[in-house]
């Protein structure tokens, strides 16, 4: 499987990476079960964490060891790649002088789906052909001037991969969580001269679709929608236009159309305000694309990512025809569950899905014997037989969240903890035993758990979105401690690099996140002296950067939200 960024954006959906950084501080990446896409598999290198991060981690596990050995981080990524890490202008320049198109990879080294992609798609030896005949970028959302980029290129969730022109204009963004071989297709196609995105969609739209190439429409059934970013559409209108766009394909591509209309019921479920109806139409339609091996394989995504959200669109809670769609929906999952092609995390991810299902109309309801047993099993092998530095991070994450979502959240708080000592990214394991602590109702482990992460998290943008989410966890689960609140903002606004590239794209989200947060919790006044304090020591951030510069603006306002601008 593929991951592309989604998002603030990365998937917004609640599953598996997305429910535990939405949770604890709103700047999601993409959904860990994506899966598959882009960077070399390179074992290389023994760095050794800081003390303070070892400590941290020792005091964090059970048994405490004295001396904790922490996995080296990979030194090299490139496996034959030729990856512009620095001056992203400097790419451009080269791809116009030597008239290729441009290969934009936006990610983070602790994100799960970034590591799976590393493990699954950037190795493969046809992408490293392939990145030939390109000009490939990567943009670490913790480098200098990341955020900046993110916000220049439209792009937020990580990963997200897109393919420009080197004018700068987007030919399309790749649809990071499909089939690899898939994504190397639609790779392919975009490279072969196919129009942009764009473009076909206005075709698409003016009825001009007869013009349009199986290509241009097969183009158009793989976009990212989920990682648009609204550069294509307004998100309220994403479903009723893919709708459209099903409608019009050629009767003579089923299969492009079939994935049309998933799209569609996907952007559906997931909209506001989205409700269970009695539609028959959509049901017979999925209905098809469960019953035929070969359309769910290659909409393995669209299916595994989204079965309780399109299963409770579409039918009625405990009626007859939601009982005959979950019965099929799990046949097309017990088909891939065997199918040996996908990844570890992947197959993760249908166990997952199976657990969804058998929680559509029973949220609360001990699962059955035989999918507890299924869970466990395919946890433990996950476990047990993943050694890749890159593919562990997003398998153990994947685990730890299918045991919880299943009721086994001690064991999945074994699997989390044990990995803390193993992982060069112990901080994101965290944020996961913070959100089974909070499910569990133990406010007060949560906490401390958000606070570790903190502790030891590393990269300038990492520190200031964990620091940020650390806020609004205590703002939530223990409102009442003013004195560590504010300790904790002014720790983070103090940790602010006082220059404009801190105050773009994911930053720039979280600090407005935790302003409002701030407000929420003052509406009654009661903080009006630490609320005036923490807003001072973002004044006096501010008032380094140029007077002049638009950051300067957006940085004095992200502690005042419009909402109480007078309080």
């Known amino acids: 499987m593929a991951v592309v960024a989604m998002t603030a954006a990365c998937t917004k959906n609640g599953t598996m990476v997305n429910s535990v950084l939405i949770r604890f501080f709103g700047v999601p990446t993409m959904n860990i079960r994506l899966g598959n896409l882009i960077l070399g598999s390179a074992l290389a290198a023994c760095a050794i964490l800081p003390d303070t991060l070892v400590a941290t981690v020792a005091a964090a596990t059970s048994s405490s060891p004295a001396v904790v050995a922490v996995a080296p981080k990979p030194m090299s990524d490139d496996a034959g790649i030729a990856w512009y890490k620095g001056d992203v202008d400097a790419a451009f320049a080269a791809a116009k002088k030597e008239n290729k198109p441009v290969f934009l990879y936006w990610g983070a080294g602790w994100c799960p789906p970034c590591n799976q992609v590393k493990a699954t798609i950037f190795n493969r030896q046809d992408f490293i052909e392939r990145s030939r005949f390109f000009v490939p970028v990567y943009i670490d959302g913790d480098s200098p001037s990341a955020q900046r980029l993110g916000a220049r290129f439209k792009v937020s969730g990580y990963p997200t991969m897109v393919l420009l022109k080197a004018s700068g204009s987007e030919i399309t963004r790749l649809p990071g969580e499909v089939d690899a071989d898939q994504y190397m297709r639609v790779l392919t196609l975009g490279?072969?001269?196919?129009r942009p995105v764009k473009e076909t969609l206005a075709a698409a739209l003016a009825h001009d679709g007869a013009k349009l190439t199986p290509a241009d429409w097969r183009m158009?059934?793989?976009?990212?929608?989920?990682t648009d970013e609204q550069q294509l559409l307004a998100?309220?209108?994403r479903a009723s236009t893919l709708q459209r766009l099903a409608l019009a394909c050629p009767a003579d591509q089923p299969e492009t159309a079939a994935r049309l209309k998933l799209q569609a019921l996907v952007a559906a479920a997931n909209a506001k305000n989205a409700k269970p109806r009695d539609d028959k139409i959509s049901t017979v339609q999925l209905m098809a694309v469960l019953a035929d091996p070969k359309l769910a394989r290659e909409?393995?995504?669209?299916?595994?990512?989204y079965p309780r959200e399109v299963a409770d669109l579409v039918t009625l809670p405990k009626s007859p025809e939601r009982a005959r769609v979950v019965a099929a929906w799990n046949a097309a999952l017990e088909r891939l569950i065997a199918d040996t092609s996908l990844s570890t995390a992947d197959r993760l991810s249908v166990v997952d899905a199976e657990v969804a299902l058998a929680r559509l109309d029973a949220p609360k309801a001990t699962l059955a014997d035989a999918l507890l047993k299924t869970v466990r099993e395919h946890a433990a092998r996950a476990d047990r037989e993943t050694s890749d530095p890159y593919a562990r991070q997003a398998v153990i994450s994947g685990a730890a969240e299918?045991?919880?979502?299943?009721g086994l959240g001690a064991e999945s708080d074994a699997l989390l903890k044990r990995e803390l000592t193993r992982t060069h990214y112990p901080y994101y394991f965290m944020l996961g035993l913070a959100a089974n602590a909070k499910k569990r109702g133990e406010k007060s482990a949560a906490v401390d758990w958000r606070e570790k992460?903190?502790?030891?998290?590393?990269?300038?943008?990492?520190?200031?979105?964990?620091g940020a989410g650390y806020v609004n966890t205590m703002i939530e689960l223990a409102p009442q401690d003013s004195a560590r609140i504010e300790k904790a903002a002014l720790t983070v606004i103090g940790g602010l690099d006082p220059t404009p590239d801190t105050f773009y794209e994911r930053n720039r989200r979280s600090l407005e996140r935790m302003g409002e947060k701030l407000a929420a919790w003052n509406k009654d006044r009661r903080h009006d002296d630490t609320l005036k304090r923490i807003r001072a020591q973002m004044a006096s951030v501010c008032a380094k950067l140029p007077a002049s510069d638009p950051a300067r603006t957006t940085c004095n306002g992200v502690m005042r939200p419009a909402s109480s601008a007078k309080a």
């Not at 490279?191 to 196919?194: C, P």
């Not at 158009?220 to 989920?226: D, G, M, R, T």
């Not at 909409?299 to 990512?305: C, E, G, R």
């Open 235 to 237: 998100k309220e209108k």
């Open 191 to 194: 490279m072969n001269g196919a």
């Open 453 to 466: 992460a903190y502790a030891s998290a590393e990269g300038a943008a990492t520190r200031l979105q964990w």
């Open 299 to 305: 909409n393995f995504d669209l299916l595994v990512y």
């Open 402 to 406: 299918v045991l919880a979502d299943a």
């Open 220 to 226: 158009l059934a793989y976009y990212s929608w989920e």
